[in-house]
């Protein structure tokens, strides 16, 4: 794991309010898993005071070069978008529980934000079908195509693909081994009833505020189902941030 | 060389600083990042005689250079951490005070008694803003700080530090029940009481609604209070609140603290505790002060 100053190679908008910032760190682009995400200290004062967690969109081993595709929502991805190459940024990572990758065919099922941490996974899936859906225009389809059997397309206005959600674009998931979601949560939930009913294995990558990032203060609790039925919080940051969906609840 | 090493009624650190409840698990997590051993001290996640899972997410909310939580408590209980967190605390050469918190006072004396001489020291967490029962109820009334800290430390075999809110209208008069009561030590300040809203959904942010303000928000209420507190009594001092820097913690101990607890400022530096003790050393160093306790309460009125 790292702790350190990484230097930024680009920062640059992709697609409305959203950004990618490459920075390197052979370390972490070793190490890293898909899913897995870093924690960012925006700024150097007290204020905002807490990491950001960004999932980790690319790990290029090769170059040591990590990737992250952020959205800018409130004051932290703001003032990221402030930082400019050879500028540094401080980073803790891997951190969390990434994805595991399957053999056979797989699927993966982003919306929003969520596509972002899918890439890695997709480029490193055997077989690989993505189902991607955007609020308007789209970003990192091309590489999503490169690495992919099949891309198909949706967002809330009809300007990338389909207009609609990303659930509308298949009736059945049965076709697949396995199926990876990462966005909103009505979409997760969506995903994971469909492969419930299919009896399709389901990974989860879920969202919630984190404080440490390590599992230290329990400040990131999401609401799991052990095999006995009963209900616990788990760590979305040390436990997850991918959970199997048989496990994660979805529900608060 | 100045001598960093502090004995906090009994408690014997080689350096005065600790980590904070609650922020620091039970230091598996920040123990990849380096030997636990570097640490004066490291006070465990808050127990319960049983297994909690705490409050509802969101938990945390972010505030001008602070953070609120409302974890409301959630560890495995005394007895998992007595089987599996403790024997990998005691691989390190650091002293190990359990937290604890309960809803009545037999619950406070079941656990030290099942803790018995295990830990180096027990930390009477009378003051969680984050639970219904118990917690806060105990540590906001002198009579009863009096009450619980006596029955508490009539079965504690270690030290027995008492942690104060700063919840309350005068902190002075607590920390004297909690010494008049038997109290070895004292630890300040817990969290203080807010609340944070989301102005476009109009909703609290935190799902428990309130929750407890902590980091360097609250730092100039917690070194006030514990000045407060150091001229009130003649028990050691464990001062907390918003410490981030080894400047900081010089400021805890001019105002009256033994010994310092970083709590929040882990979270944006893992080496935050061990950066302060380094500073700390080297501050009393160039200007040859023999010992931290030669400054202690130094602060010049
Ligand atoms: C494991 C994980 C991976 C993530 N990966 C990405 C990613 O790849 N790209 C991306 O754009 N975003 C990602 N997010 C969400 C991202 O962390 C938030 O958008 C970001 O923290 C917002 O910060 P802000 O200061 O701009 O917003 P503010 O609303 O000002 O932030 C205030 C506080 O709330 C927290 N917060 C706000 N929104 C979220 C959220 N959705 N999830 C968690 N915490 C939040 C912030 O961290 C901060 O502590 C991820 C979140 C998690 C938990
Ligand atoms: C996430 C979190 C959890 C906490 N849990 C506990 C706890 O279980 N028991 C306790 O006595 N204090 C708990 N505290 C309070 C801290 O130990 C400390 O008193 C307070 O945060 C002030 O110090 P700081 O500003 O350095 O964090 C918690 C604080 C935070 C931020
Ligand atoms: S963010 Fe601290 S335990 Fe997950």
């Not at chain 2, 030669?294 to 009125?301: A, Q």
Request: hydrophobic share 40%.
């Amino acid at each position: 794991m790292v702790y350190k100053d990484c230097e930024i190679i680009s920062n640059k908008e992709i697609a409305q309010g959203i950004y990618e910032l490459c920075f390197v760190s052979a370390q972490i682009a070793e190490a890293a898993e898909p899913g897995q995400f870093v924690h960012v200290k925006i700024g150097k004062g007290l204020d905002p005071l807490l990491r950001r967690p960004i999932s980790i969109c690319k790990a290029d081993a090769g170059q040591g070069v990590i990737s992250l595709v952020y959205q800018v929502v409130g004051r932290g991805t703001k003032v990221l978008t402030e930082y400019g190459p050879g500028e540094v940024l401080d980073v803790m990572g891997p951190l969390g529980k990434g994805f595991p990758v399957i053999e056979g065919k797989c699927a993966v099922i982003g919306g929003g934000i969520g596509n972002a941490p899918l890439l890695e996974l997709a480029s490193r899936l055997r077989s690989c079908d993505a189902y991607l859906g955007f609020r308007s225009q789209g970003y990192k389809v091309e590489e999503f195509n490169a690495c992919c059997s099949q891309v198909q397309l949706a967002s809330d206005d009809g300007t990338t693909g389909a207009k609609g959600f990303v659930t509308a674009l298949f009736d059945s998931l049965k076709q697949y081994d396995a199926v990876y979601t990462c966005g909103p949560k009505p979409m997760m939930r969506r995903v994971k009833e469909m492969c419930k009913r299919d009896g399709v294995k389901c990974y989860i990558s879920v969202e919630e505020r984190m404080g440490c990032g390590v599992g230290a203060c329990l400040v990131c609790a999401c609401k799991t189902q052990a095999a006995d039925g009963s209900l616990h919080y788990s760590k979305a940051c040390k436990d997850g941030p991918v959970f199997d969906a048989e496990e994660v609840m979805l529900d608060e | 060389m100045s001598n960093m090493a502090v004995d906090i009624a009994g408690i014997r650190m080689k350096n005065p600083v600790m980590t904070a409840s609650g922020t620091y698990g039970f230091g598996r997590e920040y123990g990849e990042y380096f030997d636990l051993s570097l640490l004066g001290g490291i006070v465990v996640k808050g127990l319960t005689l049983k297994p909690r899972e705490g409050n509802k997410p969101p938990r945390i909310a972010e505030t001008p250079a602070g953070i609120l939580n409302s974890v409301g408590l959630q560890n495995p209980g005394v007895e998992y951490f007595l089987e599996n967190e403790l024997p990998f605390l005691r691989k390190h050469d650091v002293a190990v005070i359990a937290n604890i918190a309960g809803n009545t006072e037999e619950e406070y004396c079941a656990m030290t008694e099942k803790l018995g001489a295990s830990v180096d020291g027990i930390e009477l967490n009378i003051s969680c803003p984050n639970v219904k029962e118990g917690g806060v109820a105990f540590g906001t009334r002198p009579e009863s700080v009096y009450r619980i800290t006596q029955r508490v430390k009539a079965c504690c075999k270690v030290p027995l530090i008492v942690k104060l809110s700063p919840n309350v209208t005068d902190i002075r008069e607590i920390a004297l029940s909690a010494e008049e009561g038997g109290a070895d030590a004292l630890s300040l300040i817990n969290t203080l009481l807010g609340m944070a809203i989301d102005i476009r959904t109009r909703r609290p942010i935190l799902s428990n609604i309130v929750g407890g303000l902590s980091g360097p928000a609250v730092k100039p209420v917690a070194v006030r209070m514990v000045w407060q507190v150091a001229q009130a009594v003649k028990i050691p001092i464990i001062g907390m609140g918003g410490i981030t820097t080894w400047e900081d913690a010089v400021e805890f101990i001019l105002a009256g603290a033994d010994a310092v607890s970083v709590g929040t400022a882990n979270f944006g530096n893992p080496f935050a505790p061990v950066e302060i003790a380094g500073g700390l050393k080297a501050y009393l160093e160039a200007n040859e002060i023999g010992a931290i306790g030669d400054i202690k309460g130094k602060v010049m009125i």
